[in-house]
């Protein structure tokens, strides 16, 4: 069943700036494209060493990533994206990330991603740069 979010997919959308300068028609796909989801406090989203067959982004509330290599947990927040790295990479989740509080979500599946990033130069220049940061040792 449908989780009723109360807020549009367009409207999710809105606070993800990464799609604030897109065309609409652009912004139309995309839209289609991307699933609603809420996650609770405490839901463990990705787990580390998993296959990864989606990403997220983050429309409101906060998830903490977890890598064994940073001192400290990595918080991300509305209109921050997670999870891309395996799709890129064809490789298993490289963190956890978990739910700090009631989060909408917005969820593209590896097949989509792959073809929206094939169709935007743009929007895989913006994912491609915030993916490099991370794949650095001591991104964070
Ligand atoms: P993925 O490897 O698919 O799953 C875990 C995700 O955590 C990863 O993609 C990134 O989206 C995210 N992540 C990994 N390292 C960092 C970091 N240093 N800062 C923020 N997010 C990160």
Redesign the pocket.
């Known amino acids: 069943p449908r989780l009723d979010l109360g807020l549009s997919t367009t409207e999710l959308i809105g606070r993800v700036p990464l799609f604030a300068g897109l065309a609409p028609d652009r912004l139309g796909r995309i839209e289609r494209l991307l699933r609603p989801s809420l996650a609770m406090p405490g839901e463990v989203l ?1 787990r580390r060493g998993e296959r ?1 067959d989606s ?1 997220y982004f983050i429309s409101s509330g906060a998830v903490a ?1 977890t ?1 064994p290599g ?1 001192a400290q947990p ?1 918080r ?1 927040g509305s209109g921050d ?7 890129l990479d064809d490789r298993p ?3 956890d ?1 978990v739910a700090l509080a009631y989060c909408r979500l917005l969820v593209l599946d590896r097949r989509d991603f792959h073809r929206l990033l094939d169709e935007d130069a743009d929007l895989r220049g913006h994912v491609e740069e915030i993916a490099a940061a ?1 794949r650095l040792p001591s ?2």
């Open positions: 990705v990864g990403m990533v890598l940073l990595v991300l994206f997670f999870g891309e790295l395996a799709l989740r490289n963190a990330v991370r991104a964070g």
